[in-house]
């Protein structure tokens, strides 16, 4: 696995990059980093070059001064002329884009702006609606916990939240979510905070999903609160081609809790025939 970063501004970004084969890029989402796509990596590094990036103020990035949806989404385009411009893999080739969460907001601002650098978008329980105004005051609560308990506190309250609790409703337990919590030390309040705010702000971009020519990927969890399975069903038939898969034990962080098919179902969408 090469390691590598750019200077964007004033800040350093990371990103990772493995594999052979056309390129595709993991967008991770709101408090995580590119690790939390290890589980795909072994598998889908043996069909395409991967390039991981941690996104401005997760990992081992710093943030940047546009921390908009549409500011990270800049990033993510300097990441690609890089590696074109580096003579690697890329070259001039096209390339697929896979976002979960936050990720796949950003991936969807960058579709908007730049469809001519993708031939793949990928929505990982993710979603082109803007937020609704419960979901709004829900995110601004979120803020003010943590500007009052900090980071830390935060995700560790939250992030249980994303997995499935079984159908007996007992909280899950995994060392890989517990060390997900963990690494909520590593967040500054202010990147999580400038985070929430940017989905705020970020407008409905289901105008992407209508009018992007190229194949596009649902995976949906049926057990997901964040994003629930009507939304995203709602919008997957908007695309003229969609890919859509739902993982039936799974809530937000289905890479994690369903691995093996949400493996597959992005290895058959990734080997697809293009269009």
Not at 52 to 59: K, M, R
Not at 155 to 164: D, H, R, V
Request: aromatic fraction near 8%; hydrophobic fraction near 40%; include cysteine.
């Amino acid at each position: 696995m090469l390691l590598r970063n750019i200077t964007y501004g004033t800040a350093t970004i990371f990103y990772r990059i493995t594999g052979l084969g056309d390129p595709v890029l993991l967008l991770h989402g709101f408090g995580e980093d590119g690790e939390v796509w290890n589980k795909q990596v072994d598998l889908l590094k043996t069909h395409f070059t991967l390039i991981i990036p941690d996104l401005p103020g997760s990992g081992k990035s710093g943030m940047t001064e546009d921390m908009s949806i549409e500011g990270m989404a800049e990033v993510v385009k300097a990441i690609i002329l890089a590696e074109q411009h580096n003579c690697s893999p890329l070259n001039d080739t096209k390339i697929a884009l896979i976002g979960h969460s936050m990720g796949g907001y950003i991936s969807l601002a960058l579709a908007e702006k730049y469809p001519h650098l993708l031939n793949r978008l990928g929505l990982f329980h993710s979603s082109a609606f803007a937020d609704s105004e419960e979901k709004k005051t829900a995110r601004l609560k979120s803020i003010d916990f943590i500007k009052k308990n900090g980071s830390y506190e935060f995700l560790k309250t939250s992030i249980p939240g994303l997995f499935f609790r079984g159908q007996d409703g007992s909280k899950p337990s995994d060392p890989e979510m517990d060390a997900l919590i963990e690494k909520g030390k590593n967040f500054s309040p202010e990147a999580l905070i400038r985070y929430y705010q940017a989905m705020i702000a970020r407008p409905d971009r289901t105008a992407v999903l209508k009018n992007f020519p190229h194949p596009i990927l649902f995976i949906l969890g049926e057990h997901d609160m964040a994003v629930p399975v009507a939304q995203g069903l709602k919008q997957s038939y908007m695309p003229d081609l969609s890919y859509i898969h739902l993982l039936r034990n799974s809530a937000h962080m289905g890479m994690w809790e369903e691995t093996g098919k949400a493996n597959a179902a992005m290895l058959e969408f990734l080997q697809g025939q293009p269009v």
